[in-house]
Nanobody, 126 residues
Framework: QVRLAESGGGLVQAGGSLRLSCAAS????????MGWFRQGPGKEREFLAG????????HYADSLKGRFTISRDDYKNAANLQMNNLSPEDTATYYC???????????????????WGQGTPVTVSS
């Protein structure tokens, strides 16, 4: 069982940046695909980005327009999401997830992500 814990959320003004981190509980993290999702009020959970176990493959939602960057640090059992040029539309709870599937096979299929964190809220003020 892998436990995930997000951190780094909070309140930021429009145009600002935040860096989210996801800490995993154990060493098998290094073999897992990692991803980030978000869920805004009254909306479905949305795939944002995924990264392969070796960081060689990354996928992003087209809607992000290059504003977000996913990375991982296997020495720290951590995955990160750098978010730039934030807007009020980015307000949501952000979730970290891990999958045994490849990024391409997991991506937006929430049922292919095996482990989830509790989420960290992000609020962007105008």
């Amino acid at each position: 069982q892998v436990r995930l814990a997000e951190s780094g959320g909070g309140l930021v003004q429009a145009g600002g940046s935040l860096r989210l981190s996801c800490a995993a509980s154990e060493g098998s993290f290094s073999y897992l695909t990692m991803g980030w999702f978000r869920q805004g009020p009254g909306k479905e959970r949305e795939f944002l980005a995924g990264i392969s176990w070796d960081s060689a493959t990354k996928h992003y939602a087209d809607s992000l327009k290059g504003r977000f960057t996913i990375s991982r640090d296997d020495y720290k059992n951590a995955a990160n999401l750098q978010m730039n040029n934030l807007s009020p539309e980015d307000t949501a709870t952000y979730y970290c997830a891990a999958s045994v599937y490849t990024v391409a096979h997991a991506m937006g299929a929430t049922n292919r992500w095996d482990y989830w964190g509790q989420g960290t809220p992000v609020t962007v003020s105008s």
